[in-house]
């Protein structure tokens, strides 16, 4: 495709012009581009619908940055005739998220493979997660468990005291 208009701030922002030489999928990190290519496909194929892509732009040779385009097929309308990408920058959003992930995936490893119980619970007492050993330690399965109090697992004889700390550290 060719470009027939770029915004200012894209201009600013890469020294991308309508009238660059440069194809501007040339700035886009390689391993992104066929999934970029998919979704301006798509964005043909069903012309209604607004596809989003996620990519890394590299314009200048510098630090690759995370973007998020949405693409809008306007070639029906005889003013635009052409498709709309609209792209923002989502490079400290994408980094934050991809390392909390990482974080989590660290964490739930080391949990699942660990022999104590660990369990995580929501305000009101139930369980939302618990490790594998609670199988080893209590006989019992981790699924059984999950939307279930804890409070249930507590003997009768030490519910109150187990319940007044429970509030306390809320």
């Known amino acids: 495709g060719r470009l027939k208009a770029v915004s200012s701030s894209v201009e600013r922002r890469t020294g991308v012009t309508a ?15 066929d999934a970029l290519a998919r979704t301006f496909r ?16 590299n ?58 119980v660990a369990m995580f619970f929501e305000a009101d007492g139930t369980i939302r997660w618990v490790s594998p050993a609670v199988h080893e330690v209590f006989g019992r399965d981790p699924a059984d468990l999950v939307g279930t109090t804890g409070f249930d697992l507590v003997h009768p004889d030490d519910l109150e005291y187990v319940m007044t ?6």
């Not at 009238?19 to 581009?33: K, N, Q």
């Not at 700390?165 to 809320?170: D, I, M, Q």
């Open 19 to 33: 009238d660059s030489p440069v194809d501007p999928v040339l700035t886009v990190h390689p391993d992104d581009r």
């Open 42 to 57: 798509a964005v043909l194929e069903h012309p209604t619908e607004q596809p989003v892509a996620l990519f890394r732009l």
């Open 59 to 116: 314009p200048s040779g510098g630090e690759a940055r995370w973007r998020e385009a949405t693409f809008t097929n306007l070639l029906h309308d005889p003013v635009v005739a052409g498709i709309v990408v609209n792209v923002q920058d989502v490079h400290e959003r994408e980094v934050a998220a991809r390392a909390l992930r990482e974080s989590q995936s660290r964490w739930s490893a080391v949990a699942n493979r660990s022999s104590d």
């Open 165 to 170: 700390e429970f509030l306390t550290g809320l």
